[in-house]
Nanobody
Framework: QAQLVESGGGLVQPGGSLTLSCAAS????????ANWHRQAPGKQRELVAS???????NYADSVKGRFTISRDNAKRTVYLQMNSLKPEDTAVYYC????????????WGQGTQVTVSS
């Protein structure tokens, strides 16, 4: 059973930046696509950003132009750089990796809190 360990969350003022990291203990990280999701209080979990094993990225409209997802296969780590943060970005952020092809393995991290407030 693989483990994902997220880090980098915290309290930041509106307009500030944070970088989340997710270290995955999977055997061959390059065989996994990776995603960042978030869940705000009282709301459903939403997909924020995705990166394929080949490095193609996709973003929710609400974060496009402000967030950047990236990966380092050698470090088995996926990142989420968050700029121009807004109070509505406040949520618990979860990392998720899915094996490709076939999505046979699907692992989730424990979540990290991001709070955007003055």
């Amino acid at each position: 059973q693989a483990q994902l360990v997220e880090s980098g969350g915290g309290l930041v003022q509106p307009g500030g930046s944070l970088t989340l990291s997710c270290a995955a203990s999977v055997r061959i990280f390059s065989m996994y696509a990776a995603n960042w999701h978030r869940q705000a209080p009282g709301k459903q979990r939403e997909l924020v950003a995705s990166i394929t094993n080949g490095g193609s990225t996709n973003y929710a409209d609400s974060v496009k132009g402000r967030f950047t997802i990236s990966r380092d296969n050698a470090k088995r780590t996926v990142y989420l750089q968050m700029n121009s943060l807004k109070p509505e970005d406040t949520a618990v952020y979860y990392c998720n990796v899915v094996s490709v092809p076939g999505q046979r393995y699907d692992y989730w991290g424990q979540g990290t809190q991001v709070t955007v407030s003055s």
